[in-house]
């Protein structure tokens, strides 16, 4: 067995991707122990964003928010609307893409996700002032923007 390193012998940047990364896993292991029987994370992930952001996103929209490639979430739309959970219907934008609304079943498993996780999420909330909890969640929203934009632009600074 290696020996392990000194914490700050990681470059800062790398440091904060691995509590990011921890921290992400820890709270999907979370949510994944409280949804509703049938539920997957990336289901209720889609869900859960439709709640906050509204309904009408197109499918490219949230894969691009998530990260994830066109085809997964293909895959996670298609089981969600045979399960009753959302339905695509033509962008009245253009016609050519689809957005994504609610089924009442969807909303209702959206719902009840989101209260089946509240308990945790109040006592998580306690663990730090307020204050402190939203400032990290606006760097961090902030963080993500701009490694999205370096995706997205690499030559950009």
């Not at 894969?63 to 895959?75: D, E, L, R, Y």
Request: charge should be positive; include cysteine.
């Amino acid at each position: 067995m290696t020996t392990p390193l000194p914490p700050n012998a990681l470059p800062p940047v790398l440091s904060l991707f691995a509590a990011v990364s921890a921290a992400h896993h820890a709270a999907q292991r979370l949510v994944e122990a409280r949804l509703p029987k049938g539920l997957t994370a990336p289901q209720f992930a889609v869900l859960e964003r439709m709640i906050r952001l509204g309904e009408g996103q197109t499918p490219i929209s949230i894969a691009n928010a998530f990260g994830w490639p066109k085809t997964s979430m293909s895959h996670t739309l298609a089981v969600m609307e045979a399960r009753g959970l959302v339905r695509l219907e033509p962008n009245p934008r253009d016609g050519r893409s689809k957005c994504l609304w609610f089924t009442p079943k969807g909303r209702a498993l959206a719902m009840l996700g989101v209260t089946s996780v509240e308990e945790d999420l109040s006592r998580i909330a306690s663990l730090a002032p307020i204050e402190a909890v939203t400032t990290l969640a606006e760097d961090l929203t902030s963080l993500a923007a701009r490694l999205d934009d370096q995706r997205r632009f690499p030559d950009a600074a």
